[in-house]
């Protein structure tokens, strides 16, 4: 793979055509046939009162373009797998279950709130009537806060996992490319009820379990270390495993650990 970087205007950059003709032009190539090529970074310049998109890109002959750079998510059977109890279905729970997918092991999430689109409803009647939900509304719910406010997905750190093996799993399950180029990547709110839809289906699909209005309630514990967790509706659970995502607004989850445990 060659790497090129060039700026176009905003103009430019927003036809295909001009992009290329940077990517000729750059890399010293008349002829792009038998190239294959893809963005790796997009971002603006706006430092002076002429605007720029600057690009980075990768040039690819006569073969495929290395799908070992591209981590796509994959799927297996884990539907008699050892169990890994999951307390939230936020980002955090979500991705961790397809991780656990990823090692051979069952996923079994347990949401306080409802589902993505049922979530729609009541924070309908939050908005319009003022009636609110405590355990289904901006907070809680499937896909977590930030599903129903804006999409974004901004981060400034790349030393907290693998940033790269996110964005590409978002756009796995149907968010657009351009997230896994752009320099401030955001899905829209619009479109993201649907992604948290397909990781769902997914984490099903290969054998795990998702439970909604299913809130954490109560812990017992031997010598220091969680033995079972009791849920709402469901009764206790016995676990080996236990994670907890629990999100920032989960706040009697932590009185509740703080009290039972330390």
């Not at 055509?17 to 792009?32: D, H, P, Y």
């Not at 796995?172 to 009820?193: M, R, V, W």
């Not at 514990?221 to 659970?237: A, R, S």
């Amino acid at each position: 793979m060659r790497e090129i970087e060039f700026a176009l205007s905003p103009a430019e950059a927003a036809d295909e055509k001009n992009i290329v003709a940077a990517i000729t032009a750059q890399s010293g190539i008349s002829n792009l046939s038998g190239w294959q090529w893809r963005i790796l970074r997009k971002s603006m310049d706006a430092r002076s009162k002429f605007i720029k998109i600057l690009f980075r890109v990768g040039i690819y002959q006569d073969q495929e373009i290395d799908s070992t750079q591209v981590p796509l998510f994959e799927s297996k059977n884990v539907s008699n797998a050892s169990a890994v109890h999951i307390i939230g279905a936020g980002p955090a729970g979500l991705f961790c279950a397809l991780q656990c997918i990823e090692l051979g092991l069952k996923p079994v999430l347990f949401e306080r709130g409802k589902n993505v689109r049922e979530r729609r409803r009541d924070l309908a009647k939050l908005n319009k009537e003022g009636i609110l939900n405590e355990e289904s509304n901006y907070c809680f719910g499937e896909g977590g806060a930030g599903t129903y406010s804006d999409g974004k997905l901004y981060t400034r750190s790349n030393k907290r996992g693998n940033i790269s093996k996110v964005l590409h799993w978002f756009h796995h399950f149907g968010a657009d490319q351009s997230i896994c180029y752009e320099a401030h990547p955001h899905i829209g709110t619009n479109k993201l009820p649907q992604i948290i839809e397909n990781m769902r289906e997914a984490i099903i699909e290969c054998g795990g379990e998702i439970h909604f209005d299913s809130k954490l309630i109560n812990v017992d514990t031997q010598f220091g270390q969680i033995q079972k967790i009791l849920i709402q509706q469901l009764g206790w659970v016995n676990i080996q495993q236990l994670i907890l995502a629990t999100g920032h607004s989960a706040h009697d989850i932590y009185e509740l650990l703080d009290r039972k445990i330390y």
